[in-house]
């Protein structure tokens, strides 16, 4: 059902509405891998998803465009699709799950969209919004399942062969697979001998598991801080497109993600989203064959939610080794806190916080407790702290 010449059609359609997201070389990111990032959290609206929805819009006929486009959408897909009929004069209206971040709602409402809320998670708003089609005639624009959606982001794969096209391997996050399977479809188009691999959150690995099974399955729940790739079900035509031209389908853990999340920021002074984290934190924790590899990693969104930022640095923080709390057991005597903290000063640690208590847990009588947080440079430094407390005879528990 898909051919490339339609992903040149949709490129020369969005030249003139998206921005072509130049590459970053990213050295820190895994040093045994040349690692260039795919900035799309720079995109307009912040995500990769504006590509697919103005595509789609820009080839309705007149009279799909006088009643009107309806999505639904965790929030990236209803920026693209709220910018894309404002653009083209059209009315749209957007169902969200009513878990998505304030910032998103207030994001696509501002772009001229009009909004309805509804309980559940994305499955369920996709429902919502095939009942509000049916009744008031709109046309109905998928987040994924659509050929035109996929040629439409399939073009950041014509991008990437233009800009690297000597590139070994391309991460892309997986959700739906719009994304994935048309970069898929388009590299492979032009060069089967590129590896193209998918990402999943740990707590929403649909497309992988539908791909394992040799069908397509819906996960009970989904939870994850990847909001963006949080779909219990994978379509009909991207679950083909991501079986046939994926080389392989990984996933990542919350730790993981936000590790990736504040790499960016550290490194490369880039705000993404838990999804578009996802591809950076396959690279990073070597879930995918990197190693000696010239590797793109397809950075889908930036649209965090501000309120979790800092817990997702902290997660970040501590999955990098740079915050490590421990707790001992100490002699409840003078002393022993000095003791402690001569030993953590000399393995140039330094403390944060510190709690002591008395409680009926300790194996002595006499003993407490002593829960210490401190700041680390990496997980070799943990590891050296924790040996040093060890050598001086304290019981880390």
Known sequence: MLKLDEFYKAKYVLDKVVRKTDLIYAPKINPESEIYLKPENLQVTGS??????????????????????????AGNHAQGVALGAARNGIKSLICLPEGAPISKVEATRRLGAEICLVPGVYDDAYCR???????????????FNDPRV?????????????QLP?????IVPVGGGGLAGGIAFAI????????VYGVQADGAPGMQRSIEHQRIECLDKVSTVADGIAVKEPGELTFKLCRDYLDGIVTVTEDEICAAILALIEQHKLIAEGAG??????????????KGRKTVCVIS????????????INRGLSKSGRIYTFCVELDDKPGQLLAVSQIVASVGANII?????????????????????VETRNVEHVQELKSALRNAGLKLI
């Open 48 to 73: 990769f998803k504006l590509r697919g929805a103005y595509y789609r819009i820009s080839q309705l006929d007149e009279e799909e465009k006088a009643k009107g486009v309806i999505a639904c959408s």
């Open 129 to 143: 919004a095939l009942e509000l089609r049916d009744e008031f005639g709109y046309t109905f624009i998928h987040p």
């Open 166 to 170: 000597d590139m070994d391997t391309v």
């Open 277 to 290: 984290a996802v591809s950076v934190a396959a690279a990073m924790f070597n879930k995918i064959p990197v």
């Open 188 to 195: 492979k188009m032009l060069n089967p001998n590129i590896k």
């Open 301 to 312: 969104g930036g649209n965090i939610d501000v309120t979790i930022l800092s817990r997702v």
């Open 353 to 373: 916080s510190v709690h002591h208590e008395r409680n009926d847990d300790t194996s002595g009588v006499t003993a407490c407790w002593l829960r210490v947080r």
């Open 150 to 162: 996929i040629a439409g982001q399939g073009t950041i794969g014509l991008e990437l062969t233009e």
